[in-house]
């Protein structure tokens, strides 16, 4: 009989946090041992990983525990892809091992994902924390200290709908690997429709709006977990950051318009990532790096004339529509 959940850990050279994040699992599994499996991705560790995971396999001999060492360094997003689709249960939730849990957040999933039967995709909710000046942090698009501000508990409404706002409030809220629970079935669908997802840093973006289009949606109104905002590389180095803003966040809205999202929908967020990039990370990259940045830039700006001009067009059309009724009813 299949299974319910598999609880993922990808890690690297961080075997005291995984220590750590396996004592959490380890008290938050209780009474949901036989629901669920535990599965730790190595991503070619160079310290003691590997005895830290033989420790907890022997320790949870009551628990499905199944691990894997990498060959080699594959990289984080292709570690976190290899542990979405190692899944053989129904659910895959892949958690950071850095990532502060609320104990009660493996009792909440477990009896909303046995009770809600269509369910795609489920968002628990999230605070965020800089690590450096230790304040609280959440989007300019949100009021208050709670990443996702929708609250659909029942999964009731459609799956794209919720997909839509959620992106355009916050691309880290839906990208968020913690955070996110998807169907594993639909996770290995979606990456045999774009085989190159695994590189790019925000596939678990288009990985999450497939399962929205393809299922119920759920997202907590309670928090059950805390995102440690400004350790990610794109976000301290200019290169990483000029490759997400002009050719990452663009080709997961493409796709996302391939897999059934509105043109009207994805142009808005074209013109929405225009208007929210760094001109100071271009510019940095242009000087430092002026072939590699030009490539990224001049098909990131003809897709936003495009998106442009696809808005005015339609704007135009519903204009004319509109005319068209007053006339009749005149």
């Known amino acids: ?8 850990i990808p890690t690297y050279n961080r075997a005291e946090l995984l220590d750590k994040q396996l004592v959490w699992l380890t008290q938050a599994i209780k009474g949901f041992e036989s629901d669920c499996e535990i599965f730790v991705s190595d991503n070619c560790s160079t310290e003691h990983t590997q005895k830290i995971i033989k ?4 320790y949870l001999s009551n628990v499905t525990f199944k691990s894997h060492k990498q060959p080699e360094n594959v990289g984080l997003i292709k570690n976190l892809i290899s542990c979405l689709t190692s899944a053989e249960t129904k659910y895959i939730w892949t958690i950071g091992d850095d990532d ?5 957040a493996v009792r909440y999933l477990i009896n909303k994902l046995k009770n809600q039967e269509n369910l795609s995709l489920l968002f628990l909710n999230f605070s965020g924390r800089n690590k450096l000046t230790n304040e609280p942090v959440h989007p300019p698009t949100i009021v208050g200290n709670r990443w996702f501000d929708a609250d659909i508990e029942d999964g009731n409404e459609d799956g794209k709908t919720i997909f839509e706002y959620c992106f355009a409030k916050s691309i880290g ?33 288009y990985l999450a709006g497939y ?11 309670d928090t059950y977990m805390e995102c440690i905002v400004g350790v990610s590389y794109w976000q301290k180095e200019a290169d990483s950051a000029l490759l997400m803003q002009y050719k990452h966040i663009p080709e ?5 318009e391939e897999n059934g999202y509105s043109k009207e929908f994805c142009n808005r967020m074209i ?60």
């Open 173 to 205: 809220a839906v990208s968020f690997l913690t955070a996110s629970v998807y169907r594993a079935d639909l996770i290995k669908r979606a990456l045999e429709i774009w085989p190159e997802a695994p590189n790019n840093w925000l596939s678990l973006a």
């Open 100 to 104: 502060p849990i609320q104990i009660r």
């Open 252 to 256: 997961v809205i493409v796709k996302l």
């Open 1 to 8: 009989m299949q299974k319910l959940l598999t609880i993922a």
């Open 55 to 58: 420790k907890w396999r022997n």
């Open 211 to 221: 399962c929205a289009a393809n299922g119920q949606v759920i997202v907590t109104k």
């Open 271 to 330: 013109l929405q990532n225009f208007k929210q990039v760094n001109m100071k990370v271009f510019l940095g990259g242009l000087r430092r790096w002026p072939v590699s940045a030009m490539k990224m830039v001049v098909p990131f700006l003809s897709l936003v004339c495009l998106s442009a001009f696809k808005i005015m067009l339609e704007s135009r059309v519903k204009m004319g529509y509109l005319q068209k009724i007053s006339i009749k009813a005149s």
